[in-house]
């Protein structure tokens, strides 16, 4: 079993919560609901990392949050 970190926001433009896998890069999804959005985020990684074995190319290991504060002047 393997783990990745996600991404989510809420984007006002579609109405729905937006996912970005950012150690599968292209791997993204969106849900109605922040449920819908991991669940269909699970499913994206599922299928990114069938595809990326069906190419015979190698599976990324999640690189981890990377969180950095920066200050504005306001």
């Known amino acids: ?5 996600v991404l989510v926001e809420w984007d006002p433009d579609v109405s729905a ?4 896998v950012p150690s ?3 791997c993204t999804s969106q849900g109605d609901t922040l ?3 991991l669940r269909n985020a699970r499913e994206a990684i599922g299928g990114h990392i069938a ?8 599976i990324p290991e999640d ?3 990377q969180a950095i504060r ?5």
């Not at 595809?51 to 190698?58: M, Q, S």
């Open 24 to 26: 599968l890069p292209g």
């Open 63 to 65: 690189r981890g949050p």
């Open 1 to 5: 079993m393997r783990q990745y970190t």
């Open 35 to 37: 449920d819908d959005a």
């Open 70 to 74: 920066v200050e504005v002047a306001a």
């Open 17 to 20: 919560y937006s996912v970005v």
């Open 51 to 58: 595809t990326l074995r069906e190419l015979g190319l190698p």
